[in-house]
């Protein structure tokens, strides 16, 4: 038997009979889905970016013979040298080189430059985010040092986005950084948010939460909140159609404890500004963001050591998200796994596209459930859900 390693692909050393390098790459591939089109543009011919290693010495013939355990490592080459650097988060399981992918290809957005902005953006721009935007209108002030660790007393009096955006273009070099020296208002949210897949919000009101809120459900944005205070923190990420900030929250003022009147431990802000950069690379790098947890608060106090997950669920009379409506497929793997899960979360606004009968005889309820044939579908996905629904505004969960 050979041992066939592809790191990000397989996560241990799969087992083939084979007589020659192409065969075990054959073989591995009938075994395990979704190798065989990482492997290969044609039958048996491999494509390009695939280097393999047989005892570890290059091979470039993949009609080299194999010996009874033989060992072969598939490597892809990548450009830039993108492999080195982000080697050890494209190994992860549920990331890997497509995860890796949709996180350079991604545009994520910073609000709030601040205690939390700070361990966020580092981590963001560190996993490789593509393109990270920073908006602040606040100036660095001394007693932000102890919690904003990016900033120095030679920092004092400088805007905040400024300035983290350009120590992050200087120690990460393949992200894109953008700034907006200024606060985020009902008068440019919609201009800003727009231009980005995912929102962090680093910002410590609940005005700016309101804003990213409404913004991100008109613009079916993804975006994770946190909040800390004294030694206590929460985590919260909401997805379109799951639910909002206002379902959660309900109606807030914008007054309160704040981190100048109690307090706040400094590295709480770095445990929660990363937790939010741990979210967004979840989201990203997996391949179907249904598997992503969602509607949990994640709460921690740092002084007790107690860490709490509490679920919440979509208010249908939510005055920002009560009226909007979802196009959802499901498929039978859905059925099949926890994803069904995600199903039992839709109400009579959403419409439930069944692709090839998954659902058999299984009822939705009130929800509306029309079924669809897969080929049809794919070739042309807006014309089935158009021909499938009158409605005229939705959002479609694929
Ligand atoms: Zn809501």
Redesign the pocket.
């Known amino acids: 038997m050979v041992a066939v390693n592809i790191p990000g692909i397989v996560q241990t050393a799969v087992l083939v009979q084979a007589s020659t390098v192409i065969e075990a790459l054959v073989e591995i591939s009938a075994q395990r889905e979704g190798v065989s089109k990482r492997l290969f543009q044609g039958k048996h011919i491999l494509r390009p970016t695939v280097i393999v290693f047989l005892n570890k010495e290059r091979v470039f013939d993949s009609a080299t013979p194999v010996d009874d355990n033989d060992t072969i490592d598939v490597i892809f080459a990548i450009s830039g040298g993108d492999y080195t650097r982000y080697s050890r988060q494209i190994i992860l399981q549920d990331i890997g080189y497509d995860g890796h992918r949709r996180i350079q290809a991604s545009k994520v957005l910073v609000v709030g430059a601040g205690g939390l902005g700070n361990p966020a953006t580092m981590y963001l721009s560190a996993a490789g985010i593509g393109t990270l935007g920073l908006i602040d209108g606040d100036h660095v002030e001394m007693s932000n040092l102890a919690r904003q660790i990016a900033f120095h007393e030679g920092d004092v009096g400088t805007n905040k986005a400024v300035t983290l955006g350009k120590r992050l273009s200087s120690q990460f070099p393949d992200t894109k950084i953008t700034v907006f020296d200024e606060h985020l208002t009902n008068d440019n949210a919609r201009d800003i948010i727009s231009k980005f897949d995912i929102v962090v919000n680093g910002s410590d009101n609940f005005r700016t939460r309101y804003v990213i809120n409404q913004v991100s459900v008109e613009l079916h944005k993804t975006w994770v909140d946190a909040s800390v205070i004294g030694y206590d923190g929460q985590l919260v990420c909401f997805s379109p159609g799951m639910?909002?900030y206002?379902?959660l929250f309900g109606d807030l003022p914008d007054s309160g404890d704040t981190c100048e009147s109690v307090g706040v431990l400094g590295p709480l802000c770095g445990v929660f500004g990363s937790l939010q950069a741990a979210k967004v690379l979840q989201i990203l790098g997996n391949h179907d963001i249904r598997t992503v947890p969602s509607n949990s608060l994640f709460r921690i106090n740092l002084m007790s050591g107690v860490a709490d997950n509490f679920s919440w669920a979509?208010?249908p009379d939510?005055p920002?998200?009560?009226h909007e409506q979802f196009v959802v497929s499901v498929h039978k793997s859905d059925i099949e796994t926890e994803h069904y899960e995600f199903f039992t979360s839709l109400d009579e606004r959403s419409m439930v596209l069944d692709i090839d009968n998954a659902l058999g005889t299984m009822s939705m309820g009130i929800i509306p459930v029309y079924k669809v044939n897969y080929q049809r579908f794919l070739e042309n996905p807006n014309e089935v859900i158009h021909k499938s629904s009158d409605r005229s505004s939705y959002h479609c969960i694929l």
Do not use: K, M, P
Request: net charge positive; charged share 30%; glycine share 20%.
């Open positions: 639910g909002c206002r379902c979509r208010d939510c920002v998200c009560g």
